[in-house]
């Protein structure tokens, strides 16, 4: 009798499939979408609606058609890509744009490289950036958050408290006459503001972070990478001048920080496989996000910085390669 069994890798095996993972971050994004629906109301179902039933499809179409390829669409990637997508564009954005943007982000940002596992960049934000240059003045009109009465919201749109602090820091203001104009950080903390679907709420964002690191779906190194180089960053900026350079916690709250630092730069696909390596990929994020709000034109940053640490996954992946196994390790 043989005791050596010869076979095919993988030889460890777990639980956990892509279909199950899938669908847990979608689970993780259901108290996001809720506090969505709360202040921004039907409209808010719309877009989440449009973008992942326009995903499904486009991605059906190019796997049957194109690629000839086996159909994909059940694994719950397609649906999170258009989840994703919605909570980056106000929910008063016009249907036919959404649809161009799931269009971009399943057909360039992830089937053209050949489907799931393959693409080196984050889908949605493919759509998103494209989106944002593409319609700046559709992208920017940012309904004002309230609650629904009666199913009906305010349709009145403005800026961002993002935008507002760039916009009226740009003008020559200091940090205090600004603030008077903007949400408090407790407003912000739940959700009382205008802005994206996926940044209404940093309370709701943190919630699905905690149970997908619960569910072991991520690990804590991108995130709390991000989240305290942007605070240590922003705040030494702060600390040099407190009347021009907002204070961490104003960072930490507003734009895409949260959405983007749990949900979007931890992508399995478009991010590094090793912690060392993720560790430098959050760095990274945190500090081009940072340059971004403080010195770019635009307010926010999140989106190009994760777009540019995925160009930069590779490298991390090379440059961070566990050591094999059996690999004579040399000491002195």
Not at 70 to 95: H, M, R
Not at 229 to 251: K, L
Not at 261 to 283: C, E, H, N, R, W
Not at 312 to 327: D, S
Request: some cysteine.
């Amino acid at each position: 009798m043989s005791l050596l069994t010869i076979s095919a890798s993988p030889h460890v095996h777990g639980d956990n499939s892509t279909k199950k993972i899938m669908w847990g971050v979608v689970y993780a994004l259901i108290p996001a979408l809720l506090v969505s629906v709360y202040y921004f109301g039907l409209d808010a179902l719309r877009v989440v609606f449009i973008a992942v039933a326009a995903s499904i499809f486009f991605e059906w179409l190019i796997q049957k058609y194109l690629l000839n390829g086996s159909e994909t669409i059940s694994d719950g990637s397609a649906v999170i890509t258009g989840i994703l997508l919605a909570f980056n564009v106000p929910s008063n954005l016009p249907w036919w744009i959404i649809v161009i943007g799931a269009l971009v982000a399943i057909g360039m940002g992830k089937m053209s490289y050949g489907g799931l596992g393959k693409n080196p960049f984050n889908p949605a934000l493919v759509g998103r950036v494209f989106m944002l240059i593409s319609f700046p003045v559709q992208m920017t009109s940012w309904p004002k958050a309230q609650p629904i009465i009666n199913g009906i919201t305010d349709a009145i749109t403005g800026p961002t408290a993002l935008g507002i602090m760039k916009e009226g820091l740009d003008a020559g203001k200091t940090v205090s006459e600004i603030t008077a104009n903007i949400p408090s950080n407790m407003d912000l903390f739940i959700g009382n503001m205008g802005g994206s679907m996926g940044e209404v709420s940093a309370i709701a964002l943190i919630l699905g972070g905690v149970y997908m690191l619960w569910k072991k779906i991520i690990t804590w190194h991108i995130p709390v990478s991000i989240l305290l180089t942007v605070a240590i960053f922003s705040g030494i900026f702060h600390f040099i001048n407190p009347e021009h350079y907002v204070c961490p916690i104003f960072h930490l709250l507003t734009g895409g920080m949260l959405l983007g630092a749990i949900f979007m730069a931890t992508d399995m696909v478009s991010s590094p496989m090793t912690s060392k390596a993720q560790l430098v990929y959050g760095i990274g994020i945190g500090l081009i996000t940072v340059i971004i709000r403080i010195w770019g034109a635009y307010p926010e940053g999140m989106s190009f910085a994760i777009l540019l640490m995925n160009a930069g996954v590779p490298l991390l992946n090379n440059a961070f390669k566990p050591t094999r196994f059996g690999k004579e390790v040399k000491h002195g």
